[in-house]
């Protein structure tokens, strides 16, 4: 599709191309179903499992709000998120070769290459664009140059970090005119109050368990996913019949 595109700033393509492209489909509409139905079991379990992700990451943030708003401690210091962080710039990744290391933009996984840009826990702040699209990574990853990612200066920080950045409406804050854009003097001088060393402690063990699972689920959605597109052609061209699978 990519290639079948025109345009240079936005590449577009005409309905008129779309309905052109040839596909090869069986002519029998029961064995279509038959294939539509195995595809869609594994679609159901990957959106079951974005569904228990934003439940298990709903818990994380009324645990958040429960602890250091709801019940915070008056003798908690006041700082700013640079007494937490160091905001790094991202960068541009388009002469990697392709890899298993994760490329996130504001969007999310943009492709995956062949080196990490950083290998610790992190909360991915964009730089540009949709400025409310916090992410939190906990593996290997690089970060595009539109987004900015974050190193801890605290153990048991980034968790609170990214819950924290999240709440934020980071839209309003923005410092560009035609697109919108996030800068470091902005994000260093947000204003927080820093819990106890054990308070962190006791919200990491509180909500580690949690990420983990969330973690794990997206391992098994990206696993069904890339099943999922390999059985499509061999399903459609008849490779693998599905006249006798019971679902």
């Known amino acids: 599709i990519e290639a079948m595109g025109s345009g240079t700033t936005f590449k ?13 489909i069986p002519l029998d509409v029961s064995y279509q179903k038959r294939i539509a139905a195995v ?3 594994l679609d159901t379990k990957i959106e079951n499992n974005e569904r228990i992700n934003d439940n298990l990451e709903l818990q994380a943030q009324a645990i958040y709000s429960y602890m250091f708003i709801e019940n915070a401690d008056p003798a ?7 007494d937490l962080i160091t ?63 974050t190193e801890m200066r605290l153990p048991n920080v980034a968790k ?6 999240k709440a934020k409406d980071l839209a309003s804050m923005n410092a560009g005119s035609a697109v919108p854009s996030m800068t470091t003097d902005i994000l ?5 109050v820093i819990p106890s060393t054990s308070a962190l402690a006791e919200f990491e063990s509180l909500v580690d368990p949690m990420y983990r699972a969330m973690q794990e689920n997206n391992i098994q ?5 890339e099943l ?12 693998i019949d599905v006249s006798d699978i019971q679902l």
């Not at 908690?76 to 640079?82: D, E, I, N, T």
């Not at 609170?160 to 950045?165: A, I, K, L, P, S």
């Not at 959605?221 to 996913?225: E, F, T, V, Y």
């Not at 999922?228 to 490779?239: C, F, H, I, V």
Request: hydrophobic fraction near 35%; aromatic fraction near 12%.
């Open 221 to 225: 959605s990206s696993k069904l996913s």
């Open 39 to 41: 595809l869609d079991s």
């Open 76 to 82: 908690w210091v006041q700082g700013h998120l640079s």
């Open 160 to 165: 609170f970090v990214y819950h924290f950045v």
């Open 87 to 149: 905001v790094k710039y991202g960068k541009d990744h388009k002469k990697l070769a392709d890899g298993s290391y994760p490329v996130y933009g504001s969007g999310g996984i943009m492709r995956y290459v062949e080196r990490p840009l950083y290998d610790k826990e992190s909360v991915l702040i964009p730089r540009k664009g949709t400025l409310n699209n916090v992410m939190y990574v906990n593996q290997p990853f690089w970060s595009v140059d539109t987004m900015f990612y």
């Open 188 to 192: 260093n001088a947000m204003e927080v």
């Open 228 to 239: 999922r597109d390999a059985l499509l052609p061999k399903l459609m061209s008849g490779e």
């Open 12 to 24: 577009e393509i005409s309905g008129k191309t779309m309905r052109a492209v040839k596909v090869r």
